[in-house]
Structures are given as C-alpha cells and as structure tokens.
C-alpha cells in the first residue's frame, strides 16, 4: 500500500519541467530504488548523505516515475530538492570556482617526474574533464624552470607541504592538490595516492584511487568533491562556532563512556577512532606510516584496547568528518561503523621463524652393557707389573766448583712374574 500511495503521488506531481532521468533496479524493491535514485540525483552537490532523508520526503520531490522492465526510471525537480534540503539543513554545494592545481609524481617514469599542463597525458585530460563534472576545474604545472626548483617528487613524497603551498601561489591557487601516481606495466592501469591542502598547505583531506583511467579519475574527482563541499560546510560552521576538532578546542567532550570505556569520536586536540582486524604489533607502525602519507602528523598515539579492537588518537586540527572521509576512502581500510574502522593490510599472526625448531616429547634408552659377564672371562688373565725407579748416585767429593759429575742415573726394571691371578670383576 505504502508503495503504490508514493507512485501515485508522483504521478500527480508529473511536470514538465523534469530533469535528469535516474535509472536504478529493482531487486531491492521500489523503495530502496527511490532512494537510491534521489542519492544519485544529489550526491554531486549535498554535504550529508541523501539516505539520511525519509521516502515521504523524497516523495515530495519526484516529478516523474516509471518502470522499464527490471529498472525503475525517476526525475526530481531541482527547485524541491533544494527546498528540502534546506528545511532539514543539510547544506548543498554549488562547486568550486576558485583554482586548484595538481602536483602529482608518475612514480612509473625513469625520473619520476611530476604530470604537466603541457602535453597532457591521457589520466591529466581525463581527471580535468571529470572534475568539470564535479562542478570544479584543476589544473597542472607547466613544469618550467620555476617550478622545477622548487618542486620534484621528493617534494611530494616527503610531504613537503609549505614548499608545494609557495609554489602554487604563482598560479593563484585556493587549493592544491599533492600525489604520487603509478601505471603497470601495461600502462593501463593506474594507482594515484593524494591529499588536498588549502593554500597555506593545511590538509582537508586525502583519498587513494586505482583502475583504468575512466575509473581512477572518475573515483578521484568525485572525493575530491567531496572534501571540497566538506571543507566548505565546515568552514561555515566555523564562523559561527568553534571548530568541532582541532589543536585550540574547548575541552566539552567527556574522554570516556559512562562504563569507564574509552568514548570515540572528536576529543580536543584530534579524533578517537577504533581500528579492527589488528592481528600482530608490526601492525602499528605500519598504520602510522599510511595515515602519514595521508598528511597526518606522526604523533599519533595507542590509547588502549577493547574486545573489537586497539583505539588510537589521531591528531588534526580539520574537521572530524575530513578524516573519516580518509579512512572511508582509502584502500587500507573499510568503515564498519562511527569511527570505527577495519584495517585491510594486517601482518597476520605473529609465528616463530621458518629455522626455530619446535619443543615436542621424545623417549630415550639407556644404554647399557655387560662386557664384564662376557663367556664369563675377562679380556686377559694376566698380571703385569712394572716399576720404574730414579736413583740419583753422588761419586766422590770432587774439587771445590766441579759440578761435572752430579748427573742423575735412572734405572728402569721389569718385575713381571707371569703371575695367573685373574683381573678383579
């Protein structure tokens, strides 16, 4: 009944002024298709998910409804949309006009050199014309003398962030964009790492992408949005509050759970986020050294652990939704709830060397012997014996300082007597 009430009011509402039309199955049923089509109808241009909307909202807001086959087939009026949005304040993002420029390592050439304007290759015309689909346009460097100075790709890698910042001031930038980009061997498939700074270099947000070139720069252009409409709603939300995380905020969130537990979430300072699937402690570092290559500080800390997991604190002075942003788009891990995300690239179990020998039982035999008993005889019955004697004989007094002749004599003798006294047993 609930669904056949919804078709009908739009089939009602039909106009003539219908936009895109939004084509999604039906193998969820019809409502999950309406929302899944009112998501794609907005995801270009809202801060927060569609699907935080009831269907008797969005209802409101379809102009035309059918069914093709297995597909369900919606339009939604612009102006209602935006209407709705804004009564339940979630704000909408026109685009962004100001500049942005990409500073990005291909990794896969002999010299790693960074993409230029000049030349373009395929994935640079690609990522342009996807982000003119995002309402935002990006630009690369021309790569001449003055830039080449003051950026390479050691710049990128090491985070060099400031010196990218300086560099980007010459073409006006309001964002710069700050990556390392990789091709297989077949050079069709790329893997692209980035993060997005403002123009003094502070980072909003980073994201990893990979696939042909359609595919990563269709996924890169869409996070950057993203990150973009993100950094423009906090931005609001700053001028007129202080901000929800960062290095100065005013200490109002309670560090713990009413049972003593460790609460998740925006803390002063940086964001508490819990990490699953941690199986080995080599796994530590290694989750450092990927939310470094993110543009995240290096001091990040433990905190403690629970049954799901180990809790670290994650300093930032961005927006907490900036570094959920990270953790749900980057490949190493999977978001399976607020703040709490599993981690994809584990050691494994620790487990001792291939050359450590293992402790297992084992029995043992005596060894024993009855060479006494044997034929009842011992090896010989007879006795031998044998002195040997030192005397030392002294002549006659000899002149006062001669001492020619005190030598010692030995004398050897042989006393055996064949004796047939047997070896005692």
Not at 96 to 124: K, P, Q, R
Not at 283 to 311: A, C, F, H, W
Not at 366 to 388: F, P
Request: proline share 3%; glycine share 8%; aromatic share 6%.
């Amino acid at each position: 009944m609930k669904l056949i009430t919804v078709l009908c009011a739009a089939m009602l509402s039909c106009g003539a002024n219908a936009t895109e039309i939004f084509e999604t199955p039906l193998d969820n049923g019809m409502d999950n298709a309406i929302v899944k089509a009112f998501s794609d109808a907005t995801s270009a241009n809202v801060t927060d998910p569609a699907n935080s909307l009831s269907l008797e909202d969005i209802r409101t807001t379809i102009d035309t409804i059918s069914i093709n086959g297995n597909y369900l087939q919606v339009s939604f009026n612009d102006e209602k949309i935006s209407n709705l949005l804004s009564s339940k304040g979630i704000g909408v993002w026109n685009g962004e006009t100001g500049t942005i420029v990409a500073w990005i390592a291909d990794l896969s050439s002999a010299d790693s050199s960074l993409l230029s304007g000049e030349g373009s290759t395929d994935f640079v015309q690609k990522l342009q014309s996807s982000a003119q689909k995002n309402k935002f346009s990006i630009m690369f460097p021309v790569m001449d003398l003055d830039d080449v100075q003051q950026v390479n790709s050691q710049t990128i890698v090491s985070h060099s962030d400031e010196m990218i910042a300086k560099a980007s001031k010459r073409y006006d930038a309001k964002y710069f964009v700050s990556g390392v980009m990789e091709r297989d061997s077949d050079g069709n498939s790329y893997s692209v790492k980035w993060n997005l700074c403002d123009a003094e270099g502070k980072s909003l947000g980073s994201g990893s992408n990979s696939g042909d070139a359609d595919t990563a720069s269709a996924q890169m252009s869409a996070q950057i949005a993203q990150v973009l409409m993100n950094s423009s709603k906090s931005t609001a939300a700053d001028s007129a509050a202080p901000a929800a995380t960062s290095a100065n905020e005013a200490d109002t969130i309670t560090p713990v759970n009413g049972d003593g537990s460790i609460e998740l979430g925006p803390v002063k300072g940086g964001v508490r986020v819990l990490i699953t699937d941690i199986e080995n402690v080599a796994d530590y570092p290694k989750i450092k050294r990927i939310l470094i290559t993110y543009g995240y500080e290096s001091d990040i800390q433990v905190l403690g652990y629970n049954s799901d997991g180990v809790i670290f604190l994650i300093p930032t002075g961005s927006s907490p939704a900036i570094l959920d942003g990270t953790f749900t788009h980057a490949s190493e891990f999977t978001k399976v709830g607020p703040w709490t995300y599993r981690f994809n690239e584990s050691n494994g179990s620790a487990k001792p060397a291939d050359n450590v020998g293992s402790v297992t039982t084992t029995t043992t035999q005596r060894v024993t012997s009855s060479i006494n008993n044997y034929g009842n005889d011992a090896y010989t019955k007879e006795t031998v014996r044998q002195t040997v004697e030192v005397t030392t004989t002294v002549p006659a007094a000899a002149p006062a300082g001669d001492t020619s002749n005190d030598v010692p004599v030995i004398t050897i003798t042989d006393d055996s007597d064949n004796s047939s006294v047997a070896l005692e047993k």
